[in-house]
């Protein structure tokens, strides 16, 4: 535990620290030294941890490929799978686990951290800069379905496993910020961007695509066989003597540290959902 620990707070202060970036040496040697405790000390699960690691190695390059992780956040989660592959009994509470994995109960809590302190950070940031947010009656109406399916998913487990507080307030740990995140998703996602020459752009670079026209991002598919979402050390190349600016994420929240609080969070809280449960 004391070495996961290490690993995540180191990950997260390069992420913060160092412009988002992991250098890729440290990133190996997690996965290394994470192989090595499994061999050494995880034999009776040893298949379960190898499994688990590919799966997530897997995953993790898909959405890599997709743009919406860095490198350096698969590789961690793979060495957090492979440190501690199953989910041992919370330190805080008692709660049964299940023999979960552990990257499992790491991936849901980071996706709570992250629906809270992203869209906080960005709106403080914005309205320090006196951007005006603009929210239209579609924005809205969403954020009321989705609180409606919230309140539905409360009910049912309510039927299930009885009301209880503790239920309650994970529920709305989750729904608050999401409702949230979704209504004023175009002012958070304006915060990420800076709008960037291609001879400027950075190989694994995101591309904002959600906030070009479909006609832009038509004509670019065409023009440059490797344009996309992620920006590959081709598409620079194509590109570079191009002189229209891209919205690029390059103000992007720094997932490490959230990942760092997962693991805290599940390392004290257990899995989250089965928390709720």
């Given amino acids: 535990m004391l070495l996961l620990l290490g690993v995540a707070l180191i ?3 390069l992420d913060v620290f160092n412009n988002r970036n992991v250098p890729n040496w440290f990133a190996y040697a997690c996965v290394v030294i994470g192989l090595a405790v499994t061999f050494a000390f995880d034999s009776s699960v040893l298949v ?4 688990v690691a590919a799966f997530v190695g897997a995953f993790g390059y898909f959405i890599y490929r997709a ?3 860095g490198a350096g956040d698969v590789f961690e989660l793979v060495a957090v799978s492979l440190l501690l592959p199953v989910q041992p009994a ?6 049964s686990q299940l023999g979960l994995p552990f990257v499992l109960s790491v991936f849901i809590a980071t996706g709570i951290s992250a629906i809270w302190l992203v869209p906080a950070y960005y709106l403080l940031t914005n309205r320090r800069k006196g951007a005006k947010s603009k929210v239209g009656a579609r924005r ?3 954020g009321a379905l989705m609180l409606a399916t ?3 998913l409360f009910l049912m487990i309510c039927q299930f496993y009885g009301f209880s507080t503790l239920r309650l307030a994970i529920l709305l740990m989750v729904a608050i910020p999401s409702v949230f ?3 004023f998703e175009e002012r958070i996602t304006a915060g990420m961007v800076r709008l960037v020459h291609p001879r400027e752009l950075e190989e694994e670079d995101m591309l904002a695509l959600n906030l070009m026209s479909k006609k832009d991002v038509e004509r670019l598919s065409k023009k440059y066989r490797s344009f996309g979402r992620l920006v590959t050390r081709r598409f620079i190349a194509e590109a570079k003597a191009s002189r229209e600016r891209l919205p690029v994420y390059r103000n992007a929240p720094p997932l490490a540290l959230f990942i760092l609080m997962g693991v805290v969070a599940s390392l004290l809280f257990g ?6 449960m």
Avoid at 271 to 276: A, F, I, P, R
Wanted: aromatic share 20%.
């Fill in 11 to 13: 990950y997260a202060a």
């Fill in 48 to 51: 379960f941890s190898l499994a």
């Fill in 67 to 69: 743009g919406f992780w």
């Fill in 90 to 95: 919370p330190l805080a509470v008692q709660a």
């Fill in 140 to 142: 809205i109406s969403f």
């Fill in 150 to 152: 919230y309140a539905a």
């Fill in 181 to 183: 995140a979704l209504i």
């Fill in 271 to 276: 899995n989250l959902v089965l928390l709720m």
